[in-house]
């Protein structure tokens, strides 16, 4: 199990497991927010606070909303526009980094081929 806070602790998430690879992405979004993203099923992530209380930003093309902490502004995670959608990322940059020191990390070019540069 992982945990995730953002700056104040306003924004709290656990994590159920942990992931294969950490995903660096250069998408126009992606590359301003700085996340380093985890992704997995909303099912695997519970949050412990300020669950709802984060603001969203819906991006261009509206299939996911980015979230943030409202307080001290970390980027925390985004989740699928559609409720039913089976894909989410937690930024890891809220983890301890001694807690995911030694993943891999991945870079996705989001921002044209939509595929892993490696
Ligand atoms: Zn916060």
Redesign the pocket.
Request: proline share 0%; glycine share 10%.
């Given at each position: 199990m992982l945990e995730a806070s953002?700056?104040?602790?306003?924004?709290r998430l656990e994590i159920a497991a942990r992931p294969l690879w950490l995903t660096e992405c250069n998408c126009s979004l992606c590359r301003r927010r700085g996340a380093l993203w985890l992704h997995c099923h909303p099912a695997e992530v519970t949050f412990t606070a300020g669950a709802g209380s984060t603001a969203e930003y819906l991006q261009g093309d509206r299939t996911l909303a980015m979230h943030h902490?409202p307080?001290?502004g970390?980027t925390t995670h985004w989740s699928p526009a559609d409720p039913a959608g089976q894909r989410m990322a937690v930024n890891a940059r809220l983890i301890d980094p001694q807690a995911i020191a030694g993943l891999r990390i991945r870079r996705f070019d989001g921002a044209d081929s939509f595929d892993f540069l490696d």
């Open positions: 953002c700056h104040c602790g306003a924004v902490c307080t001290c970390c």
